[in-house]
Nanobody, 121 residues
């Protein structure tokens, strides 16, 4: 079992930045790929970014490429999402997810509770 706790969401103006954090416990963190997903009101869950257990393989969703950066610190059991040049359409609940695999499969096996990000125009 894996427990995930996200933090760092909030309200920001368009063009601004936020950094989300997710701390994991319960499973050997470095063996788990980690992902960020988001879900906007009335829409399905969208893949945002994924990173392999060792941090060497990274994927991004098309809508965030060049603006968001995923990273991890295995010594702290933490994964981060740096979000720059935020747009109103980035408004969503952001979820951290852990995978059973080491390489990201864009599939969350364990989920955090989510953190709200709101971008005002």
């Amino acid at each position: 079992q894996v427990q995930l706790v996200e933090s760092g969401g909030g309200l920001v103006q368009a063009g601004g930045s936020l950094r989300l954090s997710c701390v994991a416990s319960g499973r050997r963190f470095s063996s788990s790929a980690m992902d960020w997903f988001r879900q906007a009101p009335g829409k399905g869950r969208e893949f945002v970014a994924g990173i392999s257990g060792g941090g060497f393989t990274i994927y991004y969703g098309d809508s965030v490429k060049g603006r968001f950066t995923i990273s991890r610190d295995n010594a702290k059991n933490a994964v981060y999402l740096q979000m720059n040049s935020l747009k109103p359409e980035d408004t969503a609940v952001y979820y951290c997810a852990a995978e059973m695999s080491t390489r990201p499969q864009r599939r969350g096996d364990y989920w955090g509770q989510g953190t709200q990000v709101t971008v005002s125009s």
